[in-house]
Every structure is written in structure tokens, then in C-alpha cells.
């Protein structure tokens, strides 16, 4: 790359050079070959320039490429690290002969498969990675998804990108101001309820967090003269906080279930 900005600058040396030598020089044969130095060393310089971009997003895109595939691996060993440790226990409750343990251990674990099935679901691709990659990497804050069952936001009449922005910036918001040692971890539960005229982002967190601080930042994140989303509710407690976030449709989720039963 170096060596690629060098060349080009003096290229762009001999065009300044050529270009001063048309004005000033009065053979045409002087200018005839100036004229075509100049035309070889831009031409040559421009294609130099293209080059060097097109490394550069080569690069980008190679460094992106490779975060992405380490943030699938650590998800997927995420998965069978839990995976392996429900078939411990449940190997444990076999050999133990605490049968009466199974059927309850394995209704735990039907329920997390549905649970996981509804996530993948959600129909945003990138919140989906999100909320997968954040258990894996926050260590200060457990975020758990309740989806009792299967939600397309991506289908719901809200601006584009919306959803995922708040319950970001709520998440954030939290885990900055939660009080948990290096021992422990709050939790944070996030619940969709989809109403007529509205999506609601019930979020709960559960653990010590620093209450003033908290409280004010989620005010200055979600003031009141947003006409996209509104803070509905907020409740202060110790060791306890709930906010809810209400995103207004741009129509009513029931006149949109009329308009495709319509149209199908």
C-alpha cells in the first residue's frame, strides 16, 4: 500500500509537471508529447487509486467476514456447552435412578427448544444475531427473550430498524448501570406484547443497579417528543426495575390482518 501511494504521487507529479509545460511551452511537438505523458501518468495514477479502494474494501470486508464467523463459533459452542450440560444432568438423574426427575427436566428443556425456535423466528436477522450473540458475550448482565409463541417483527407496520434500536439502547442502558459484582450477574427479561394500536418492549431487570443514574439515562434515552415511540411506564424498585417502551403502529395491527386476509 505504501509503495502504491508512492508511485501515485509521482505520477501526479509528472502530470502537474506536464500540464505546466502545455501552458508554457510553444512547440507542438513539445506539447504533443507532454499531452501524452500526461494522459498515460493520470490514466495509470487512476487505476492505482481504483486498485488501492478496492484493497481497502477487500480488507473490510475480509475482517468482517472473519467477525462474523468467530461470533457464529462462539455462539454455536455456546449452544453445546448448554446442550452437554443438560445431557450431564439428565445422565446423572438415569444413573442416580431419580426417575421422577426426568419428566420435569425434560419438559424444562422442551420448553427452552421452544423458546429458541420463536427467537430464531422473530423475522429481524440482525436482532436475532444480537440477542444470540449478547449471551454470549456479556458477562455483568443474563438477558433472557420470553416468547410464549412465534412473532414476526419484521411484518409489524414500524419504521424500519426501530425495534432493534430501543431494545439496544435499553440493553446498554442497563448493563452500564447495573451494580453486579464479578461474582454475579443481573438479569434482564424482555417480553413482546403486540397490541391493536402498538408494540410494547415490556423490559424487568432483576439484581442491584445504581437507581439515580439509571432512571435518568433511561429518561434522557427515551424523551417524551418522539412521535415514533413512547415511554409508557417505569418502575423503580430495589434490586427490581421495569420499563415499557410503546411503538404506535402506523395502522392498527387489526385493520392489517384485514388487509392481508384480503389480499390472500
Known amino acids: 500500500m505504501k509503495r502504491v501511494g508512492s508511485t501515485q504521487i509521482y505520477l501526479l507529479a509528472l502530470v502537474l509537471i506536464g500540464l505546466t509545460g ?13 499531452l501524452l505523458i500526461v494522459v498515460i501518468c493520470g490514466y495509470t495514477a487512476f487505476k492505482l487509486e481504483v486498485s488501492r479502494v478496492e484493497e481497502k474494501w477487500s480488507d473490510k470486508y475480509r475482517s468482517e467476514e472473519g467477525l462474523a464467523q468467530r461470533n457464529l463459533i462462539a455462539v454455536i459452542n455456546r449452544l453445546r456447552h448448554d446442550w452437554m ?29 421452544q423458546q429458541e425456535s420463536n427467537l430464531s423466528k422473530l423475522g429481524i436477522p440482525s436482532l436475532i444475531a444480537y440477542l444470540l450473540l449478547f449471551r454470549v458475550q456479556s458477562k ?22 426501530l425495534i432493534e434500536r ?7 442502558c442497563v448493563q452500564r448501570h447495573a451494580a453486579a459484582g464479578e461474582d454475579e450477574s443481573g ?63 402506523h395502522t392498527s395491527y387489526r385493520e392489517l390482518d384485514r388487509k392481508v386476509e384480503v389480499s390472500v
Not at 22 to 34: I, K, N, S, T, Y
Not at 99 to 104: A, Y
Not at 142 to 156: H, M, P, R, S, T
Not at 166 to 172: E, S
Open 22 to 34: 502545455l501552458v508554457f511551452l510553444e512547440p507542438w511537438v513539445v506539447r504533443g508529447a507532454l
Open 85 to 113: 450440560n443438560d445431557t450431564q444432568i439428565l445422565f446423572g438423574y438415569i444413573q442416580l435412578k431419580k426417575f421422577d426427575n426426568l419428566q420435569p427436566y425434560m419438559e424444562k428443556i422442551k420448553m427452552t427448544m
Open 140 to 161: 455483568s448482565l443474563e438477558l433472557e427473550v420470553a416468547l410464549d409463541q412465534e412473532i414476526n417483527l419484521g411484518q409489524l407496520p414500524l419504521r424500519d430498524g
Open 166 to 172: 430501543l431494545i439496544r439502547q435499553t440493553v446498554a
Open 187 to 249: 438479569k434482564l427479561s424482555l417480553e413482546f406484547d403486540i397490541q391493536e394500536d402498538g408494540l410494547l418492549l415490556d423490559f424487568v431487570y432483576q439484581g442491584p443497579y445504581r437507581r439515580d443514574l439509571l432512571e435518568k439515562a433511561v429518561h434522557e434515552n427515551f424523551p417524551g417528543n418522539v412521535s415514533s415511540y413512547v415511554l409508557e411506564h417505569t418502575d423503580w424498585q430495589e434490586d427490581e426495575a421495569a420499563v415499557t417502551i410503546k411503538l404506535p403502529f
